[in-house]
């Protein structure tokens, strides 16, 4: 027995996963790690099957920089910490750099659950996102949610960081039906999970984040922050 082990797969174009891949462990051991960075549109359907027809429940990072990251609903992308990141096009851009999750990504696990989204335009979640434990007195996961801006070409008179539009930032939100759930292994919610949003702070002190759904979309968070950035360069002297 023993945990198993990893797999990093880096294509400048498209990566082809024809072959067979095994990422089981014994019972009470960790899945495989599965790290893919593609230069071309993933299938991010395709690598949900993947992952669970291999074992792959220990971690799965996508990187792709061209098109979305989209889990459709109906599908499942299972794995203890789940990391994607959509860095395709500029921004905003609704055919590239766009996390989109209609089905349902489970980091569940006796402890130490993460899910990590960063779209370079945007961040979708339709369906739900759980980052659970199962572990009595144990702390929930964490969920973190990022997406990105450009500036518009001028700066911000008092700090003088670079000032960023709502035309130019990327996009959260979280849809009507949406569910983050970091829920603890108890009912005490100091063992509940942290869930944080970033995204640019705006010109006129907002940011592009959307909760449709209200309170009830974040489920057992002891913790939730909104994170807004602002980007400074030495070149704007």
Do not use: C
Request: aromatic share 4%.
């Amino acid at each position: 027995g023993g945990d198993a082990g990893s797999l990093s797969v880096t294509a400048g174009g498209a990566a082809i996963l024809d072959g067979q891949i095994d990422g089981h462990a014994g019972d009470g051991y960790r899945g495989g790690y599965f790290s893919l960075a593609s230069g071309a549109a993933v299938d991010l359907d395709n690598i949900a099957s993947l992952a669970a027809s291999a074992g792959l429940t220990g971690m799965v990072s996508v990187t792709s920089d061209a098109g979305n990251l989209q889990l459709s609903a109906g599908h499942n992308l299972k794995a203890q910490k789940v990391y994607l990141t959509a860095n395709g096009g500029s921004v905003p851009n609704a055919t590239n750099g766009n996390v989109i999750i209609d089905g349902t990504i489970d980091a569940s696990a006796p402890s130490g659950s993460h899910i990590e989204l960063y779209g370079k335009s945007g961040v979708d979640i339709e369906g739900s996102l759980r980052a659970t434990s199962s572990a009595t007195a144990q702390r929930g996961g964490d969920v973190v949610i990022d997406t990105d801006g450009v500036a518009n070409g001028s700066l911000n008179t008092t700090y003088g960081y670079e000032n960023v539009d709502a035309a130019g930032s990327g996009f959260i939100h979280l849809g009507a039906d949406a569910l983050v759930d970091v829920s603890g292994g108890s009912s005490d919610p100091s063992t509940g999970g942290h869930v944080s949003f970033r995204a640019p702070l705006l010109a006129d002190g907002d940011v592009r984040i959307a909760i449709d759904g209200g309170g009830k979309a974040i489920s057992g968070a002891r913790q939730v922050d909104i994170e807004p950035f602002a980007v400074w360069s030495t070149k704007d002297a």
